[in-house]
């Protein structure tokens, strides 16, 4: 194989593995066209201007005044917390998962004061807020619980949430009913999540994402990326849309409409959220990208007496192969192997398989690199001892090189004769690193996102694959972070140590190409120096086993 291919090979790979480092996983699906809208100050921020006195503000809205309550309902899974302000999902804390320090129980949604609730509803040029004002709580029974509001049109809504058994759903029930004589017209909008906590500050804005799943014909997702949302919001119309959500790295929110046609648009909002000063920020304020989403219906025509009732089901929870399989909704997309799902899935499973015995993911992936090098060695010996024999025939093709350097149709008529004589392949060493490569980016697109590598120990102090393995803290900053991160080190040497054993060839081009590549790793170990711990293990324990097959194959398939 040319040594000018192989090169090429090698950086596309590189390259590859940069851009996936630097940029949000790769969506399926295309852009999604959006029509603008001015908006003014903070998108989905409540003006609490009138809302310090609710008392008073029920007096301008002309309704009763209400007590502000809360109340938390769940199961063995979730616990959420509702408010009547607004009868709206205030807090949702994931049972089974540990918070970034490890210390309390995830909050995956939550609201303060100055921030939005979530699953708040607003009538449309209607004078009264919904959002602001404390509905009146109609029934609990410790599974469900029901709000209600009558408007000044005539329009009594209750909302209704009920929680699942043993699943992360909730359930949303609207019914609207009018109260007078005669037919009333209105649009609501509702905002469906606020934004996600942030799990880990580790590459979160490369992970948070906003989507939208079609199903014209077959499920697929088009995602949208905050640094793409242009004055704050953007609205989307899709008429085979399905649900709507925002995900980060592990965890999503989602809302599924039992009935589309009750949607006009769906909207996503930029949130600028104050994280408060920072010392290590020069004493700025730090502010934090989030994503909120929602939706606008169609103006609907209320009839006199008539009782609308409009279903929502509502996923919030892990980014979990099991739990959005059993969704049945298509949401599996969620779980984004960058092309190679069926790739990505098989291995996977094979990590859990190891994972279900020895019960640590580090070992899981040591043992899967392992069982796929082991798959892959024909493959790799072919390609291997292809690249040997026309090692070992450079010499005598760089003199028929030489002899026919002004008959380049009869040097290409020679060269192929001297590669069917020694028995050469010239493609040999390139079809099998090219039959390789969707397993190498199955396997690093799940050590990346699959939720089983969040917080799973390995020794010592790698503690969780997901993050930087951080052996201690530095005096001083590299690369961006006080963290001492060994793994990438570690990686850089034994890739440098592989390429070393390579043999050298005895064409000079060739050679300047190969000491280009020595050289390159050290500045790819600066790209890499931040690489979660898993995906480090992984590529330390291929490069190891590589250089075992690169030995093996010398010694006992290559004849002197």
Same mark, same amino acid.
């Given at each position: 194989m040319d040594k000018r291919v192989l090169l090429a090979i090698t950086l596309c790979m590189v390259v590859y593995l940069v851009f996936m480092m630097l940029t949000p996983q790769p969506n399926k699906g295309k852009s999604m066209p959006q029509t603008k809208k001015e908006v003014t100050g903070q998108p989905n921020k409540i003006d609490n201007s009138k809302a310090e006195n609710k008392e008073q503000l029920h007096q301008d809205y002309n309704l009763p005044t209400v007590e502000l309550k809360e109340m938390t309902l769940g199961n063995d899974l979730y616990g959420a917390t509702f408010s009547n302000r607004g009868a709206s999902l205030k807090t949702l804390i994931l049972k089974g998962y540990k918070d970034y320090k490890k210390e309390k129980e995830l909050i995956l949604l939550s609201s303060a004061e100055e921030n939005p609730a979530h699953f708040v509803l607003r009538a449309v040029g209607n004078s009264v807020d919904l959002g602001k004002v404390n509905w009146e709580i109609r029934n609990s029974d410790g599974k469900s619980i029901e709000f209600s509001c009558l408007l000044p049109n005539g329009l009594e809504i209750r909302k209704s949430f009920t929680i699942s058994t043993n699943t992360y759903n909730i359930n949303l029930t609207l019914s609207i009913k009018n109260k007078l004589s005669t037919p009333v017209k209105s649009t609501f909008e509702l905002t469906a999540f606020a934004g996600l906590q942030q799990d880990s500050p580790y590459r979160e804005e490369a992970y948070l994402q906003g989507f939208i799943g079609t199903k014209p014909s077959d499920y697929a997702v088009e995602y949208v990326n905050p640094a793409n949302i242009k004055d704050g919001v953007m609205t989307v119309k899709y008429k085979d849309t399905v649900w709507q959500g925002i995900k980060n790295r592990y965890f999503t929110g989602v809302v599924i409409p039992q009935d589309n046609s009750l949607i006009d648009s769906y909207s996503f909002n930029l949130v600028k959220e104050h994280q408060g000063? &920072? #010392?290590?920020?020069?004493?700025?304020? #730090?502010?934090?990208?989030?994503?909120?989403?929602?939706?606008?219906?169609?103006?609907?025509?209320?009839?006199?007496?008539?009782?609308? #009732?409009?279903?929502?089901?509502?996923?919030?929870?892990?980014?979990?192969?099991?739990?959005?399989?059993?969704?049945?909704?298509?949401?599996?997309?969620?779980?984004?192997?960058?092309?190679?799902?069926?790739?990505?899935?098989?291995?996977?499973?094979?990590?859990?398989?190891?994972?279900?015995?020895?019960?640590?993911?580090?070992?899981?992936?040591?043992?899967?690199?392992?069982?796929?090098?082991?798959?892959?060695?024909?493959?790799?010996?072919?390609?291997?001892?292809?690249m040997y024999k026309l090692q070992r025939i450079q010499p005598k093709l760089l003199a028929l090189k030489e002899q026919y350097k002004n008959d380049k149709q009869k040097f290409a008529q020679e060269q192929m004769r001297m590669f069917k004589e020694y028995g050469v392949n010239p493609l040999g060493g390139c079809l099998p690193m090219l039959i390789q490569l969707p397993v190498w980016f199955g396997m690093y697109s799940v050590c990346d996102i699959s939720i089983d590598f969040r917080q799973a120990h390995f020794m010592s102090w790698?503690?969780?694959?997901?993050?930087?393995?951080?052996?201690?803290?530095?005096?001083?900053?590299?690369?961006?972070?006080?963290?001492?991160?060994?793994?990438?080190?570690?990686?850089?040497?034994?890739?440098? #140590?592989?390429?070393?054993?390579?043999? &050298?060839?005895?064409?000079?081009?060739?050679?300047?190409?190969?000491?280009?590549?020595?050289?390159?790793?050290?500045?790819?170990?600066?790209?890499?120096?931040?690489? &979660?711990?898993?995906?480090?293990?992984?590529?330390?324990?291929?490069?190891?086993?590589a250089i075992a097959e690169q030995r093996i194959i010398k010694k006992y398939f290559i004849k002197a």
């Open positions: 000063i &920072a #010392v290590n920020n020069g004493g700025k304020d #730090v502010i934090r990208n989030n994503v909120s989403c929602g939706f606008k219906t169609v103006e609907i025509e209320f009839q006199p007496g008539a009782d609308n #009732v409009y279903g929502f089901n509502i996923y919030t929870g892990p980014i979990h192969y099991s739990e959005l399989e059993e969704q049945k909704s298509g949401l599996l997309l969620l779980l984004d192997y960058a092309g190679f799902d069926f790739i990505g899935f098989t291995i996977l499973g094979i990590l859990n398989f190891f994972f279900n015995i020895f019960r640590n993911y580090g070992v899981a992936i040591l043992l899967t690199t392992f069982l796929i090098r082991l798959l892959l060695f024909p493959l790799t010996k072919k390609g291997q001892v292809s790698m503690n969780d694959l997901s993050e930087p393995d951080r052996l201690a803290q530095l005096p001083f900053s590299i690369l961006g972070t006080s963290d001492l991160n060994l793994l990438p080190i570690i990686m850089v040497i034994v890739s440098i #140590v592989q390429m070393l054993m390579q043999p &050298a060839s005895p064409d000079p081009q060739a050679r300047t190409q190969q000491r280009m590549m020595l050289f390159m790793w050290p500045i790819m170990g600066m790209l890499f120096y931040g690489l &979660a711990a898993g995906l480090s293990l992984y590529f330390i324990t291929n490069s190891v086993l």
